[in-house]
T-cell receptor, first 116, second 111 residues
Framework: DAGVIQSPRHEVTEMGQEVTLRCKPI?????LFWYRQTMMRGLELLIY????????DSGMPEDRFSAKMPNASFSTLKIQPSEPRDSAVYFC??????????????FGPGTRLTVL | AQSVTQLDSQVPVFEEAPVELRCNYS??????LFWYVQYPNQGLQLLLK??????LVESINGFEAEFNKSQTSFHLRKPSVHISATAEYYC?????????FGAGTRLTVKP
């Protein structure tokens, strides 16, 4: 398996522009997670899906952020409009939620977002 | 709800010295515990995990961690570290749904 795939790997944009980050989870996994990582705040869970349904979006910073999972093999995280403080590395992770299995998460390589 | 506290933000050691990265957790339910490692410009990779059974778990590269329920700890240890172990290490806890990560410990191994 290719692992979790994220695109783009790097994104540089100007304040006010719309940014869309993409994630393809590992085939067969039924849970998907979006994280944001910064020096100041560390690793933050933004939202997670189970069977394509958002379960917990309490970590989404504000209404400028939205996430979708239209099917089991694709998810997007959108920021509109983007601001310089959104600059961070965004990680997508997936897991197979099984009772007693611990739900180990597999991480993608991340998207480094820079908002100028 | 679960939470994780990593007691040291930075741990500098010399090569071939022993190292311990400390992790304490809190949870109202049975937990699964994990250590992840992140090398520069990469995503997090699973290092080892405790699900059940033996409280001492090991990774393929010589790290080990012991689940201590009475002390609610899951400290990571290695008797002798190489420079290549320099990375950020994250302790995480899961109750079966989402996963909560600690703030991370930066391990720096010096020659």
């Amino acid at each position: 398996d290719a692992g979790v795939i994220q695109s783009p790997r790097h994104e540089v944009t100007e304040m006010g522009q719309e940014v869309t980050l993409r994630c393809k989870p590992i085939s067969g996994h039924n849970s998907l997670f979006w994280y944001r990582q910064t020096m100041m705040r560390g690793l933050e869970l933004l939202i997670y899906f189970n069977n394509n349904v958002p379960i917990d979006d309490s970590g989404m910073p504000e209404d400028r952020f939205s996430a979708k999972m239209p099917n089991a093999s694709f998810s997007t995280l959108k920021i509109q409009p983007s601001e310089p403080r959104d600059s961070a590395v965004y990680f997508c992770a997936s897991s197979l939620a099984q009772r007693g299995a611990g739900n180990e998460q597999f991480f993608g390589p991340g998207t480094r977002l820079t908002v100028l | 709800a679960q939470s994780v506290t990593q007691l040291d933000s930075q741990v500098p050691v010399f090569e071939e010295a022993p190292v311990e990265l400390r992790c304490n957790y809190s949870s109202s339910v049975s937990v699964y515990l994990f250590w992840y490692v992140q090398y520069p410009n990469q995503g997090l990779q699973l290092l080892l995990k405790y699900l059940s059974g033996s409280t001492l778990v090991e990774s393929i590269n010589g790290f080990e961690a012991e689940f201590n329920k009475s002390q609610t700890s899951f400290h990571l240890r290695k008797p002798s570290v190489h420079i290549s172990a320099t990375a950020e290490y994250y302790c995480a806890v899961s109750g079966g749904g989402d996963m909560r990560f600690g703030a991370g410990t930066r391990l720096t191994v010096k020659p």
